[in-house]
């Protein structure tokens, strides 16, 4: 499985950005697909994740500001950010998780201004 991020960028606070993100390979073997940020000097952390039914989980301090959907395809993700806080600068990582492994992509950096 193969997975490749795009969309992130510049914007100042307030603003909204959309992350995309595409699987590919043996989808059919992909059963969660998720969003992690990490920020200079911090842990990787989960921000968003929703399963192959449409089950959702949000990180506390993204609820209400970011939502994860997918295609029908389920391969392909967003993240919808909206009001976006310069504490969401970070590098933002999207993996496809199977009973056996999770795949991570390279990563897309957010920049959030002030």
């Known amino acids: 499985v193969q997975v490749v991020e795009s969309g992130g960028g510049l914007v100042q606070a307030g603003g909204s950005l959309r992350l995309s993100c595409e699987a590919s390979?043996?989808?059919?073997?992909?059963?969660?697909m998720g969003w992690y940020r990490q920020a200079p000097g911090k842990q990787r952390e989960l921000v968003a994740s929703i399963t192959n039914s449409g089950r959702t989980n949000y990180s506390d301090s993204v609820k209400d500001r970011f939502t994860i959907s997918n295609l029908n395809a389920k391969n392909t993700v967003y993240l919808q950010m909206n009001s976006l806080k310069p504490e969401d600068t970070a590098v933002y990582y999207c993996?496809?998780?199977?009973?056996?492994?999770?795949?991570w992509g390279q990563g897309t950096q957010v920049t959030v201004s002030s």
């Open positions: 993996n496809a998780g199977t009973w056996y492994e999770v795949y």
């Open positions: 390979g043996s989808i059919f073997t992909i059963n969660t």
